[in-house]
């Protein structure tokens, strides 16, 4: 297996705005207009049967890797004593099932799966036990559940059939 580089980091907060602000006075990066990862299929450890999860998040322009921030919800993988450097994240693992089954094959568990209708596997982290305390995120090539913050779609590129937190390209 070649060694995928890390697109970006996952960073917990407990005020989205305020860690924008934040992180933005710190490194000068610019940070997206802030969106929802809403989904009914969501499973972790806490609840292992598939729940609604609505994560708040914003990714800096600057990297990779770029920074991802997401505000705490609910408990579990995205509860509050999870705050801090939450993962490092790998989109577009084309084989999100056999990559689980790998790492599986060498003592690393998932904890947190989002999940398609019809059950493929949208996004999951390992276990942050087996790796020092910090997730690996997963992420399929599957066009996310992802959101305005208000709950409106998002513009799609029609390139990548992938929602786009920046919406269309600026000419």
């Known amino acids: ?59 800096s322009l600057e990297g990779p890797p770029r920074i991802e921030l997401m505000e705490v919800t609910g408990e579990g993988t995205h509860g509050p004593e999870q705050i801090g450097v939450h993962h490092f994240g790998f989109p577009g693992t084309a084989d999100p099932e056999g990559r689980m089954e790998e790492l599986a094959a060498i003592g690393v568990a998932d904890d947190g799966k989002a999940l398609t209708d019809d059950g493929r596997i949208l996004l999951w982290f390992t276990d942050k036990g087996a790796l020092d305390g910090t997730r690996l995120e997963y992420v399929s090539p599957l066009p996310g559940p992802t959101v305005a913050d208000d709950g409106s779609a998002l513009w799609v590129d029609p390139a990548t059939g992938r929602n786009s937190l920046w919406g269309p390209p600026k000419r």
Do not use: K
């Not at 997206?32 to 806490?46: E, F, G, L």
């Open 1 to 59: 297996m070649s060694a995928p580089l890390i697109e970006h980091i996952g960073i917990l907060v407990p005020d989205l705005e305020a860690a924008i602000e934040r992180w933005t006075a710190v490194t000068g990066y610019t940070f997206s207009p802030i969106a929802r990862y809403r989904t009914q299929n969501y499973q972790d450890r806490v609840d292992p049967c598939p729940h609604f999860h609505d994560a708040r998040i914003s990714f």
